[in-house]
């Protein structure tokens, strides 16, 4: 579950340092995945980045060229 901490709170440095501080995946663990990420879809291409999207995202993507972001969404973006 995401954490969202802001400067204003009080009590914030303790949040971040707990956060910082707390339990993560190793390095390496995060390597191996983004690599065999990014090998698969070398491999496989198009398909491979509209499954990944449909995992991570939760997002049905029927193509590819609907992920693309215009310059006015972007802009809009906060």
């Keep these: ?7 204003a ?7 971040f340092s707990a956060l910082v501080d707390g ?5 390496a663990d995060v390597d191996r995945a983004v690599a065999d990420i990014i090998a698969d879809v070398r491999a496989r291409g198009d398909g491979a980045v509209r ?4 995992r991570f ?7 590819l060229r609907d992920l693309r972001v215009s310059e006015d969404e972007i802009a ?3």
Aim: without cysteine; proline residues 9%.
């Design 76 to 78: 809009a973006m906060p």
């Design 9 to 15: 709170d009080t009590g914030f440095e303790a949040a």
């Design 23 to 27: 339990r993560r995946d190793a390095d």
């Design 1 to 7: 579950m995401p954490v969202r901490l802001s400067t």
């Design 51 to 54: 499954e990944y999207t449909a």
């Design 57 to 63: 995202d939760r997002l049905d993507v029927p193509a």
